[in-house]
C-alpha cells in the first residue's frame, strides 16, 4: 500500500521569507510517480510537477523549487521569496505504474499562509 | 474554457434523497477519476474510467455510489440514499494514457442535511 506524510499541519510566513514543505513517501514499487498540487482558498487542484521515480535531479521553476531523496522517500518543495498569492493548501501525491491504474494518494496537505 | 468541468458545483439534498454529479474531462483526455475530499483531508480515490470502461473502484464506493462514463466522454456519480456522511468535496480529474499529471475540476460540494 502507498502513503504519503506531510507532517506540518499549517505554516506561516511573512512574505518574502523561504518556506519548506515536507512530504514523506511510502511505497514498495520501484516505478512512481510524486506530485505536488496547490489547493487555493477556491478550492480547485492546481497542477505543480511530477517526478518519476528514476529521476532524481532536483527542479526549479521560478520561485519554487523540488528536492527528491530516494534515500530518505521525500520530495520537499520550497518556495522562495514567498508572496501572499502563494496562500493555500499543498497536497503531495503519489501514483505506482500498476499497469492500468494511476490512481493518486494524496497526504493530509499542508496550509501556508504568508502575510504581510 | 478547456479545463475539467463539473456541474453542480453546489448540492444540498435531504438524507435519503439521491443525487448525480457530473464530469467533463478534457476533451483529449481517456482517464478519467472520481476523488472525494472531507475537509482537512486530502482527496480519496473513489473510481477510474480509461475510455468507457471503469477498472477499478475504491473500498470507499459503497454499494450506493455508482458510476458511469458512457460513450467514454462524460462521466456521472450517482449516490442513492444519502447519508450525512457523504457529506464532501466529489472531485474528478482527467489525464492522457502516457502521461500521469491529472487534471482536476473545481469540484462538487456535497451537504446532506
Known amino acids: 500500500a502507498q502513503k504519503v506524510t506531510q507532517a506540518q499541519t499549517e505554516i506561516s510566513v511573512v512574505e518574502k521569507e523561504d518556506v519548506t514543505l515536507d512530504c514523506v513517501y511510502e511505497?514498495?514499487?520501484?516505478?512512481?510517480?510524486l506530485f505536488w498540487y496547490k489547493q487555493p482558498p477556491s478550492g480547485e487542484l492546481v497542477f505543480l510537477i511530477r517526478r518519476n521515480s528514476f529521476d532524481e535531479q532536483n527542479e526549479i521553476s521560478g520561485r519554487y523549487s523540488w528536492n527528491f531523496q530516494k534515500s530518505t522517500s521525500s520530495f520537499n518543495f520550497t518556495i522562495t521569496a514567498s508572496q501572499v498569492v502563494d496562500s493555500a493548501v499543498y497536497f503531495c501525491a503519489l501514483s505506482v505504474n500498476t499497469g492500468t491504474a494511476s490512481k493518486l494518494t494524496f497526504g493530509t496537505g499542508t496550509r501556508l499562509q504568508v502575510t504581510l | 474554457d478547456t479545463g475539467v468541468s463539473q456541474n453542480p458545483r453546489h448540492k444540498i439534498t435531504k438524507r435519503g434523497q439521491n443525487v448525480t454529479f457530473r464530469c467533463d474531462p478534457i476533451?483529449?483526455?481517456?482517464?478519467l477519476y472520481w476523488y472525494r475530499q472531507t475537509l482537512g483531508q486530502g482527496p480519496e480515490f473513489l473510481t477510474y474510467?480509461?475510455?468507457?470502461?471503469?477498472?477499478?473502484k475504491s473500498r470507499l464506493l459503497s454499494d450506493r455510489f455508482s458510476a458511469e462514463r458512457p460513450k467514454g466522454s462524460f462521466s456521472t456519480l450517482e449516490i442513492q440514499r444519502t447519508e450525512q456522511g457523504d457529506s464532501a468535496m466529489y472531485l474528478c480529474?482527467?489525464?492522457?494514457?502516457?502521461?500521469?499529471?491529472?487534471?482536476f475540476g473545481p469540484g462538487t460540494r456535497l451537504t446532506v442535511l
Open positions: 474510467f480509461q475510455n468507457e470502461a471503469q477498472l477499478e
Open positions: 476533451s483529449e483526455h481517456n482517464r
Open positions: 480529474a482527467s489525464s492522457l494514457v502516457v502521461v500521469n499529471e491529472q487534471f
Open positions: 511505497t514498495r514499487d520501484t516505478t512512481y510517480y
